[in-house]
Each structure stands twice: as structure tokens, then as C-alpha cells.
């Protein structure tokens, strides 16, 4: 099994993350963590935290001379803000100078504060924040490593900002192609679509609103077998959506066709099962994200992951009470991001990649990556085909070759 917890406050010293499960011998460098975590903190619309905010790393334990232990793997993600917030977020008794009494629409504030007994906002937006979802892509880095070594890459683009969107013939981004979506401030890979997104976020930035916006995430090379049929806490689409939901404003995860698929008629939303010699068992169509009865097939994993526009505006519109005179009052105008999509997006992988990885060694286990890997291609041969056509080769065969989808059906990407 592979978990992670992460700890830490938005504006507090640090934030820290413990990766448990992973085998010894994965190859991993400081710098595979940082370029992660830089790609989270761009995109167009975001405002200038992420831009003199740089992460600084520390590899606390668990990996000795770029390898991992098999023991559990600690990082430490430095708040470079730090000095700023000392006082105000120290450990140590003693009382914030500042209380927010006035909870923001949207946020966790006011739920939290009733909930915890708090009267400043604060102790519960420190750790709502989506600050947090750094040590997150850090984790997700390691799962990663660890899946690249079983053929598995994972690819996201934005399919949606705002009211701008891609079409059914918009292209999918294959493995190769993660670059070129990153190269994009929007991370769209329509080029069409991503002047539309931009000029969104432009729209919207100049009225002090927010937006939202749909990734879609891409597991490419995902071998069949992953997730379980028996119970409903081992079904491999459960489980990815509750890890994409748990991103902080996702409010809905659709995998493969299915908000479409509600309503096209049966005959028209299933993958086709046809065998071919070279891959084995192939799915022309990837209706059903790669998933079924809760178990990968070998086709292309596709998943949606819909985010509600940031709830903290440029603008006070929002309507709230002051908790302290339980005054009507407007929501505090605080500096933040037109939209965080484009980084969202990256978080998705990362949990993507969490779910792939736990599943992956719960089906191949092993306490080294070369046992991982053995049963991985012990399992794939016992199938009929060769481990090399379920480490990604072209093709989209059950074994796990899968490519990316062109047809009308499945090179739909809009949200
Ligand atoms: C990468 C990322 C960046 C975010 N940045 C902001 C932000 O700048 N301002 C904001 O109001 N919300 C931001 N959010 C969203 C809030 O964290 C989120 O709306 C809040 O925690 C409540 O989420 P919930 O409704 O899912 O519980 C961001 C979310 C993500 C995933």
C-alpha cells in the first residue's frame, strides 16, 4: 500500500509530506521534485505569490544517494514568506494582532470556525488553503518515478476556463506532448482554445472576478488489472474520484464519457472487445475511461475534473457576516489568483498518479522496484503479450499500450 499525509499551514513554517509504501530503488533527485512543483505554481491568472515564491525542498528521509529506501520518504517544503508570518502563525502562546471575524463565501471559514470553536478565520483558512496541495504534487512526484518504471505517464490540459472550451476535434496530448501543453500559460493544448482561455482571464481579472475550468487528466501505459470488481473501496474509479474531489475546489470528476454516456443509448456507450495478435485484447473506443467494473482494461484512463471559480475576489461583492457583531458585511478583498486551473491540473496528476501507484503495487508488490517491475512483467506474460508492448508501446491493447484516442468518440475533450 502506498499513503501519504501531508502537514502544515498556508503561511506557516513549512509544510511537510510522508510518502509510506514505496520500494526501495526508485531513482529520485531533489530537482524531480522542484521542476513538479514549478510547473503547479505557473499558469496565466495566477497573481504574484507563486511568482516570488519559490519551494525550497528538503529530503528529510527515505532516500539515501538518489534512491529510495523502502522506508518512509519525508519532505519538507520551506515557506520562503516565513519571516512575514513569525509572529502571527508562531507555535509558541501568545495571540494573532490581526483576528478575521468575517468568514468568506466559499471557503472553509465559517464551517470550520462553528465547527472548531475558532473566532479567527484564520485557524481554519491556514490549513484549507490550497498551499497544501504542494506537498501533495511532491508525493505524487514519487509516484511518478515509480510508474514511469511500469510504462505508466500521465498527461493533463485545461478542456475548460471559464465560458471557453475544446471541441470533439480539439486534440488529446500524448505522453510526449506534456512539454508543449506546459509551454502554454493556460496549459491548453488547442492553440485555437487557448487564446479564448486567456482572453477569459483577462475579462475577468479586469472585472476583480474569478473563474473555474475542467482538466483532463490522461494515464497513459495503465496495464489492465488495476482496482478491483469485489468491494466498493477497491474500485479503481471510486478511488480516483474521491482523490480528484479531494483537490480543494473540485466540485465534480467525471471519468471517460460519463456525463455524455448518461445519455446515449447502450448500444452506443460501451467499448467494443476485439483481439488482435500483436496487442491482445483492444478497445477501439475509450467511453469508459479505461475503467470497468471498477478495474483498468488497458484502454486510455480518462478523467474530468470540474473546479468552482476561487471563492476570494479581487472585489468585496460577496455577501457575509461578521461573526463577532454578527453584522451584514462584505467578504474581505484579499489579493488573489483569477484562476488556478492551469495548476490544478498538475495537482490532478499527481493524485492521479497516487491512486495508479498504491493500485499498482497492491496488484505487482514488491519491496524492491526490480520486484515491482518482475511481477509487473510476469503478470503481463502470463497474459499473452510481451512486457515491452504494456511498457507503452503504440497500440491500444489491454496489456497497456494505449495511445492517445483520435477517433470522433474518444478524442472528444471538452468538459
Ligand atoms: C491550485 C489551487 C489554487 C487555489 N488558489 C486559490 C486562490 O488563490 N484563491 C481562492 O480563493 N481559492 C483558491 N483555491 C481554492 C480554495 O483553496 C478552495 O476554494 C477552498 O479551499 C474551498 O474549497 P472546497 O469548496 O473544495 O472545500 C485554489 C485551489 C487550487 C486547487
Redesign the pocket.
Known amino acids: 500500500m502506498l499513503r501519504f499525509l501531508t502537514a502544515g499551514e498556508s503561511h506557516g513554517r513549512a509544510l511537510v509530506v510522508i510518502v509510506e509504501g514505496l520500494p526501495a530503488g526508485v531513482p529520485v533527485e531533489a530537482s524531480d521534485i522542484t521542476d513538479e512543483l514549478a510547473r ?1 505554481r505557473l499558469g496565466y491568472g495566477r ?1 504574484p505569490r507563486m511568482r516570488f515564491e519559490a519551494d525550497e525542498i528538503s529530503l528529510v528521509g527515505g532516500i539515501r544517494h538518489g534512491r529510495t529506501l523502502g522506508s518512509p520518504v519525508a519532505i519538507e517544503i520551506a515557506n520562503t514568506e516565513w519571516p512575514k508570518w513569525t509572529e502571527e502563525m508562531s507555535p509558541d502562546p501568545g495571540a494573532p494582532t490581526k483576528v478575521l471575524t468575517q468568514p468568506r463565501p ?3 471559514d465559517l464551517a470550520g470556525m462553528l465547527k472548531y470553536g475558532f473566532e479567527d478565520a484564520r485557524d481554519v483558512l491556514e490549513r ?3 498551499r497544501e ?1 504542494a506537498a501533495r504534487v511532491a508525493a505524487g512526484t514519487l509516484a511518478k518515478l515509480l510508474l514511469a518504471h511500469l510504462g505508466v505517464s500521465i498527461v493533463s490540459h485545461i478542456v475548460a476556463l471559464g465560458a471557453a472550451s475544446t471541441g470533439p476535434d480539439s486534440p488529446r496530448p500524448g505522453p510526449a506532448d506534456l512539454d508543449q501543453v506546459d509551454a502554454s500559460s493556460v496549459r491548453c493544448f488547442d492553440p485555437a482554445v487557448e487564446t479564448a482561455m486567456i482572453e477569459e482571464i483577462k475579462a475577468a481579472g479586469k472585472a476583480g472576478d474569478s473563474l473555474g475550468g475542467v482538466a483532463e487528466v490522461l494515464a497513459y501505459g495503465v496495464p489492465i488489472g488495476l482496482g478491483s470488481h469485489v468491494q466498493w473501496d477497491r474500485k479503481l474509479d471510486a478511488n480516483l474520484a474521491q482523490a480528484l474531489m479531494s ?5 465534480a470528476v467525471e471519468i471517460g464519457d460519463g456525463w455524455d454516456n448518461a445519455g446515449r443509448r447502450g448500444s452506443e456507450a460501451h467499448d467494443a472487445i476485439r483481439y488482435d495478435e500483436a496487442e491482445g485484447y483492444v478497445r477501439p473506443t475509450a467511453r469508459a475511461g479505461g475503467i470497468e467494473g471498477g478495474i483498468s482494461n488497458g484502454a486510455l484512463l480518462v478523467a474530468r475534473v470540474a ?2 471559480p ?3 475576489l479581487n472585489r468585496p461583492v460577496l455577501e457575509t457576516v461578521d461573526v463577532a457583531t454578527k453584522e451584514s458585511t462584505l467578504s474581505f478583498r484579499e489579493r ?2 483569477t484562476t ?1 486551473v492551469p ?2 491540473g498538475v ?1 490532478a496528476e499527481s493524485m492521479t498518479a497516487l491512486v495508479l501507484a498504491n493500485e499498482a503495487l497492491r496488484k505487482f508488490g514488491g519491496d524492491s522496484l526490480s520486484e515491482v517491475v518482475r511481477n509487473r512483467d510476469g503478470f503481463v506474460a502470463a497474459l499473452g503479450s510481451t512486457p515491452s508492448a504494456a511498457a507503452g508501446a503504440p497500440g491500444s491493447g489491454a496489456f497497456g499500450g494505449n495511445e492517445p484516442e483520435q477517433t470522433p468518440d474518444t478524442g472528444r475533450a471538452a468538459g
Not at 247 to 251: S, T, W
Request: charged share 15%.
Open positions: 503547479r497573481g466559499g471557503h472553509a484549507a488553503s490550497a496541495t483537490i480543494q475546489a473540485v466540485k473546479m468552482k476561487l471563492a476570494t488573489t489568483d488556478a495548476a490544478m495537482v
